[in-house]
């Protein structure tokens, strides 16, 4: 079974500054995607970023971009020039290539409250 | 294109009550995932539904279940509720085409509270 793993329970940057969300998964699949999803206080998901593992660029959506390292199974994300709006949680998850048999099910880690300052 | 919608967004019910939820989702989406988040578990899977079929479970009790319709609106039951089942319960849809871009969508929830 696949397991993710995000070990800062909480973040806080300033408005504008950078900063980079921690999240390493285990598998022993070879093929796999891996997501960003943030929830504000609305309660809303909503996909950030996305990353197919047999890609080794890294994907990257305006601000945000990933550093996918495979070998060390390790999916950070990086928030560039920080908004107030960015404040919510964010959840790492992953989902398994093969839909034949896991389906669409993702599976998430902890979670990271991002703080963002004025 | 609306995205995806869940019924009803607040429900307070009693022990040993049943509930049932309900979720549409974007048009065009064959694929709807439920997921229950709670503060101390986190994220997790409940069932999958595929054209009218589950197609993946998670760990729940048997008191858990769903179902899909024809046009892919999905409804999930808890039956015998339990304080523990208080809870954001999540709905998500995908074109369920096994590639990248088939990304999960989430609807706002529903939030149960069993008293």
């Known amino acids: 079974a696949q397991t993710v793993t995000q070990s800062q329970p909480e973040m806080s940057v300033q408005e504008a500054e950078t900063v980079t969300l921690s999240c390493t998964y285990d598998t022993s699949e070879s093929d796999y995607y891996l997501f960003w999803y943030k929830q504000p206080p609305s309660r809303q998901m909503i996909l950030v970023i996305r990353?197919?593992?047999?890609?080794?660029q890294n994907a990257t959506e305006n601000r945000f971009s990933v550093n996918f390292q495979k070998a060390a199974k390790s999916f950070s994300l990086k928030i560039s020039d920080s908004q107030l709006g960015d404040a919510a949680m964010y959840f790492c998850?992953?989902?398994?290539?093969?839909?034949?048999?896991?389906?669409?099910?993702?599976?998430f880690g902890e979670g990271t409250q991002l703080t963002v300052n004025p | 294109k609306a995205g995806v919608t869940q019924t009803p967004r607040y429900l307070i019910k009693t022990r040993g009550q049943q509930v049932t939820l309900s979720c549409s989702p974007i048009?065009?989406?064959?694929?709807v995932s439920w997921y229950q988040q709670t503060p101390g578990q986190g994220l997790q899977f409940l069932f999958e539904?595929?054209?009218?079929?589950?197609?993946n479970k998670g760990n729940f009790p048997g008191r858990f279940s769903g179902r899909q319709f024809s046009n892919s609106r999905s409804e999930m039951n808890v039956s015998t509720l339990e304080l523990g089942d208080s809870a954001l319960y999540l709905c998500?849809?995908?074109?369920?085409?096994?590639?990248?871009?088939?990304?999960?969508?989430f609807g706002p929830g529903t939030r149960l509270t069993v008293l």
């Open positions: 998500a849809s995908s074109l369920a085409a096994g590639a990248v871009t088939d990304t999960q969508y």
């Open positions: 539904y595929f054209s009218e079929t589950q197609r």
């Open positions: 990353q197919e593992a047999y890609k080794q």
């Open positions: 048009s065009g989406h064959r694929s």
């Open positions: 998850a992953y989902r398994s290539f093969r839909t034949g048999t896991s389906g669409s099910r993702l599976t």
